[in-house]
């Protein structure tokens, strides 16, 4: 049964004719023509298709629209600015982090609440925080690299 469903994504009201269950990630990509998150696993394995919902990491590829209705989402392109970056996204360029780039909004949105929320991590509670994201191209030093980076960015602990 189709339905309309506001979705308050990157601070914008939008409204979509949709299944109440179809995953909200079809919705961001298909209804509003986002290019993150991204399709992976379509089974909350890999995080690239990671949103904040309400500032906390949800996998959009197993969430349905309707459970999004109401909520704040919040995409990689809403998280900073070409002009500023958010830190994690900072860290991300000066650690180069990037290989193919398919996962990266995953690590990146998670990383952000995480470190939004333990700002004087420790290289295991960072470990721990990203188990279950996937990176096939083998940057996962990188990306510890430049989560601690972002830490240090936000105040708390050094390079």
Sequence with gaps: MMTQITLNVDG???????????????ALRDDLGLNNPRFGCGL??????TVHLDGA?????????AEAAGKRVTTLAALGTPERPHPIQRAYIEEQVPQC????????????AFLRDHPHPTDGEIRQ??????CRCG????????????????????T
């Design 101 to 112: 780039g398919y996962c990266i909004n995953g690590w990146m949105m998670t990383a952000a």
């Design 44 to 49: 909350a394995q890999c995080g690239a298709c």
């Design 139 to 158: 940057t996962h030093m990188a990306i510890l690299r430049a989560v601690k980076r972002a830490a240090a960015i936000m105040g708390g602990q050094p």
């Design 57 to 65: 990491p949800a996998r959009s590829c197993v969430l349905p629209c």
């Design 129 to 134: 925080a990203l188990t279950g994201l996937k």
């Design 12 to 26: 914008q009201d939008h409204t979509v004719e949709t299944d109440p269950d179809m995953p909200l990630l079809y």
